[in-house]
């Protein structure tokens, strides 16, 4: 995999998560994906991951983090947008759910995030949040 053409970040303040929490969101499979678009003109790439104790004990949810940052890793170079911020929330399935697929949800979410983020500011207005 070659490097991205933008510099990648970790998100780690609580601003930022909740700033991403009223952006876009999409839940596919064992994750949920929330994308905002910082409006900076920054090229940077944040990225944050949490797992809520619905997950499972500490070391549940700490598996399931480390494989959304692999997910991450392999993935935010290729399908994420320069001056975005992304956090990859793990859902049930998400520590114990088959590598490819887990790969194919975090795909298909940013994708979809992608596509849902060309539509105009004007048309998202009166919805702070669009669920996808």
Request: charged share 25%; proline share 9%; hydrophobic share 45%.
């Amino acid at each position: 995999m070659t490097d991205p053409s933008f510099p990648i970040e970790r998100m780690l303040t609580r601003p930022q998560f909740l700033a991403a929490a009223k952006a876009l969101s999409c839940a596919r499979g064992a994750v949920v994906l929330q994308a905002r678009h910082r409006a900076d003109d920054e090229p940077v790439v944040r990225v944050g991951f949490t797992a809520t104790r619905k997950i499972g004990g500490a070391v549940i949810r700490n598996r399931a983090k480390r494989r959304l940052r692999e997910a991450a890793r392999v993935l935010i170079p290729a399908h994420g947008r320069p001056g975005f911020d992304y956090v990859l929330i793990a859902r049930g399935g998400a520590p114990t759910r088959p590598w490819p697929r887990l790969l194919d949800d975090v795909k298909s979410a940013l994708i979809s995030l992608a596509a849902e983020s060309e539509i105009p500011p004007e048309r998202l207005s009166g919805a702070p949040s669009l669920k996808v």
